[in-house]
């Protein structure tokens, strides 16, 4: 089971951090220095159709000595192309993008299943992605892992729109139920302790991406590693 430890970037700075934290690249400094083998950067502008940090994603791609999973409102195929010119390691399909199945094939057709994923932010059940943007059809977040997987997507994004920043658990039944498909399923939104941690990996997800609980000194990275050692 991987970490992801979140940088949020939302109007120029990470959102919910505090002090030195704020700065997207010390973030990416202090979560290198603990260890960390990957990062989930997101510009949450983007996603919900506001202005986007593309200067700042940009910044943080070029100097990352770390693998970085890049997400945030990417439905196109020239917008996730530019970010792999950047130097992404794996770029995330919004689901606005993942419900085109011409997209995706192409997508992992020209950069491979590897570096690929397929964000699906639910809630009860339903797609329900961030924002506003192109027509979203009404699907299950079960029925669109189906489609991306069957496309060859291996990886997938799931967060429950209701627990993100709450502090009070992922839904880890809701991302269980998606490996039924076949593709390693990361978890995202409500990770609050060491104990959601370990559940995720009770559960064989396949990762986790924790934010605020870094932010707000739930635990550390160091400790979340050795918790998942």
């Given at each position: ?69 890049v ?37 992992v ?22 924002g ?10 079960q ?76 635990f550390?990275?160091?400790e ?6």
């Amino acid at each position: 089971m991987e970490l992801y430890p979140a940088v949020d970037i939302e109007g120029g700075r990470v959102a919910r951090a505090q002090g030195s934290l704020t700065d997207p690249l010390e973030a990416l400094a202090e979560f290198a220095r603990a260890g960390a083998r990957w990062i989930h950067l997101v510009d949450m502008d983007r996603a919900y159709g506001r202005t986007d940090n593309h200067e700042l994603i940009e910044a943080v791609l070029r100097a990352a000595r770390l693998r970085v999973q890049v997400g945030g409102g990417l439905s196109t195929e020239s917008d996730i192309d530019h970010m792999f010119t950047l130097g992404a390691t794996r770029v995330v399909i919004g689901a606005r993008g993942a419900v085109n199945s011409g997209v995706v094939g192409r997508l992992v057709a020209r950069h491979g299943a590897d570096r690929l994923a397929v964000g699906i932010d639910a809630k009860a059940g339903r797609v329900a992605p961030r924002g506003t943007g192109a027509e979203m059809p009404a699907i299950r977040a079960q029925e669109l892992a189906e489609r991306v997987a069957e496309l060859g997507i291996r990886t997938v994004i799931y967060n429950e729109v209701t627990r993100d920043g709450m502090l009070q658990g992922p839904d880890i039944e809701g991302a269980k139920a998606l490996t039924a498909t076949g593709a390693q399923v990361i978890v995202s939104g409500g990770v609050g302790s060491l104990d959601d941690l370990r559940a995720v990996k009770a559960a064989r997800l396949a990762g986790a991406c924790v934010g605020r609980a870094l932010y707000d000194g739930k635990f550390t990275v160091a400790e979340a590693l050795a918790c998942l050692s």
